[in-house]
């Protein structure tokens, strides 16, 4: 019997030909074929699950935060569970709801006590993990990482969106023919690299210009977080730029405009998507690289105005500590706890970026 | 032309051309440095022999065979996954199915996501979770051997992070393979697995082969994932298990520029180390950029 049913569709097929020959006209069963399809599908599966499995293991380790004795609070605050899951907004709203959650019933409940005030200590403004009494202020970090992405950026983008700008309207074919293998050398520096050469040579450079006290700071590090988000916004804004179709140009062109004032007036404003896209994709990166904030920023945990302070960013923080981090502490979680923050940050980026990309983009050139 | 309308057309001119200058020779001056630092130190004994004297001399020979096993491991896991992935997404889904919008989406999202975080990917599911777990099983957890950073867990994790890359140019080459072969050998009488295997993939080796070089590029040149998942400051011998750890090209970069104990005496060491990760990244780079035009040329001239 199992042999029959195993073999089914053969036998369907060598009776129906006996029968009638329109079966034999449809698709043949092939057991090689039925498994290449089904393993190349289940495969490509992974990195979907790949991605799923980074958002369940980096929440599942940052969640102890909120639950400090685990037992107990396990079973207790079982309906809380949705909103820690922490991005700040939901952090803060989390704050608040244990908070007067707290003033119901002060008497009693140790656990949701323990948590407020640990919901109190990542809102502060003092990052002390090693210490008596440990201090998980992420706000400076939050800051850090801001303040050295901001650098960059106010460095990066006009070069980058001004190079690209060059390169498609102005640039003579040799100049052309510089840039961009520059460019990709850039793009394939190791940001190791990067953090290396500003470290030791770019942060003297700078002290001896600027003078200022400190010799890594955050702008040191922004200036070379610049030579690592450069190459991505450029060249995102040079394909943009080259999507204008080019009958746009030659309207341009034939109403007597230059070049200059077609490049600004007219392909700029129609590249805008994909120039906004590539800044946001910019400062995703710039976010979240982790080697040059942690050689050339100083890794002070400051949340000064000054640009020539030290500062620490969020990835540098998780980088210096994991290594020191006991499992299962509490540090340990406030470290995946950034991790998800960063996560979520930049996975905001990507999607808004993909959107401006994809959609406005196409519609764009379609005539709207 | 009015002389305001001239004097704007030159002074946007001259400011493009201005970043671009800077660009250059930013980049220059990168290269400059790291060469001229490096290449005094740099030689064949320094490239073959281990750190000596409390790591104040001698060469990074186990950190380069370190760099060696973990971009090897990483390709054997991640550039089949990656290519089958490609394969799927070109010749199996249909363009804007559900599925194929799905796995798309997470490769883009894969691509944005920081590399530390991938770290704390590694760290949380490979080694607390699925090393313990094994652990567990083996022995009881009463020996702690997969339940720890090691080699195994830091190539999966770098795998994992340079997928995305494999993916991409794998689909490129693939788009590239004209619509007419694939015709012709249906016409012939072959399946679509048939036709897969012995006409598309033959024709898109290259772009299978750029995929893979990328990969070990970045993964020979990203420090964050291993920080904690693997990577050792020193370690008296070369890694013979897949639970060991290693040492690494950027992190003995990282180690000796930031934590070393003789930090002005190694700066040798350091600068020489850079520049084989340097001139290791950038082989690798231009090979792939070479394959990557050859596939190009070939899409423009079918």
């Given at each position: 019997m199992d042999n029959n049913l195993a073999n089914d569709p053969e036998n369907d097929l060598s009776s129906g030909h006996q029968k009638s020959k329109i079966i034999t006209l449809g698709k043949k069963f092939r057991l090689s074929e039925f498994l290449a399809e089904k393993t190349i599908s289940s495969v490509a599966f992974i990195s979907f699950a790949v991605m799923i499995l980074i958002f369940v293991f980096i929440f599942k380790e940052a969640f102890p935060v909120f639950f400090p004795s685990q037992n107990k609070a396990a079973s207790n605050n079982i309906e809380l569970k949705q909103e820690t899951y922490g991005d700040d907004e939901s952090v803060a709203q989390q704050q608040k709801k244990v908070e007067t959650n707290e003033l119901q019933n002060q008497k009693n409940e140790t656990p949701s006590e323990k948590r407020s005030a640990i919901i109190k200590n990542l809102k502060g403004r003092e990052w002390q993990p090693v210490s008596d009494e440990p201090k998980y202020g992420l706000t400076p970090l939050i800051y850090g990482s801001l303040k050295v992405s901001l650098i960059a950026m106010a460095l990066g983008i006009p070069l980058a969106l001004l190079a690209a700008i060059f390169t498609s309207v102005f640039a003579p074919k040799w100049a052309k023919e510089l840039l961009k293998p520059a460019i990709e050398i850039l793009a394939g520096i190791p940001s190791v690299v990067i953090g290396f050469f500003a470290m030791i040579v770019l942060a003297t450079f700078m002290q001896n210009i600027?003078?200022?006290?400190?010799?890594?700071n955050a702008f040191v590090g922004g200036v070379a977080m610049a030579f690592a988000i450069i190459p991505v916004i450029y060249t995102v804004t040079e394909d943009s730029l080259d999507a204008v179709p080019k009958s746009f140009k030659e309207a341009s062109f034939a109403l007597g405009a230059t070049k200059w004032e077609t490049a600004l007036f007219v392909v700029l404003p129609a590249a805008t998507p994909g120039i906004f896209a590539a800044i946001l994709l910019g400062f995703g990166r710039a976010f979240g690289e982790t080697m040059i904030v942690l050689m050339a920023t100083g890794n002070a945990a400051l949340t000064s105005l000054n640009i020539f302070e030290p500062v620490r960013s969020m990835t540098a923080t998780i980088g210096a500590e994991m290594g020191e981090a006991v499992f299962g502490d509490a540090h340990y979680s406030v470290l995946f706890l950034i991790g998800v923050i960063l996560f979520i940050f930049t996975f905001l980026l990507n999607a808004l970026a993909e959107v401006f990309i994809r959609q406005k983009l196409i519609k764009k050139f379609r005539g709207y | 032309m009015p002389l305001k309308k001239k004097i704007i057309g030159y002074s946007v001119y001259s400011l493009s051309a201005f970043s671009v200058f800077i660009i250059i020779s930013a980049v220059a001056v990168l290269m400059w440095t790291i060469i001229t630092g490096g290449y005094h130190t740099l030689s064949w004994q320094f490239i073959t022999s281990a750190p000596k004297d409390g790591m104040t001399s001698g060469g990074i020979f186990p950190a380069i065979i370190g760099t060696f096993l973990l971009v090897l491991i990483m390709s054997i896991a991640g550039v089949p996954i990656g290519t089958i992935t490609a394969i799927y997404l070109c010749e199996y889904a249909k363009p804007n199915s559900v599925i194929s919008r799905l796995i798309r989406f997470a490769v883009n999202t894969l691509a944005g996501v920081p590399a530390i975080v991938f770290g704390l990917f590694g760290l949380g599911f490979f080694v607390q979770f699925i090393g313990s777990g094994a652990d567990k099983v083996i022995s009881g957890g009463a020996v702690?051997?997969?339940g720890q950073p090691n080699l195994l867990w830091a190539s999966l994790t770098m795998a994992f992070m340079t997928l995305p890359v494999v993916i991409i140019s794998v689909e490129e080459a693939l788009k590239a393979v004209p619509r007419e072969y694939r015709e012709a050998s249906f016409a012939l009488g072959a399946t679509k697995w048939e036709t897969i295997r012995k006409v598309v993939l033959p024709n898109s080796i290259n772009g299978v082969l750029t995929g893979a070089i990328l990969a070990v590029s970045r993964g020979a040149g990203e420090v964050a994932p291993i920080l904690f998942v693997g990577a050792a400051y020193f370690l008296p011998s070369l890694p013979h298990s897949l639970s060991d750890q290693f040492m690494e090209l950027g992190y003995h970069i990282f180690v000796m520029s930031t934590?070393?104990?003789n930090v002005e005496a190694t700066r040798g060491i350091q600068y020489a180390t850079t520049l084989v990760l340097l001139i290791l990244t950038f082989t690798l780079n231009f090979t792939a950029i070479f394959l990557r035009y050859k596939i190009r040329r070939k899409n423009s001239v079918l």
């Open positions: 600027f003078g200022f006290q400190y010799r890594l | 702690l051997k997969w934590q070393s104990t």
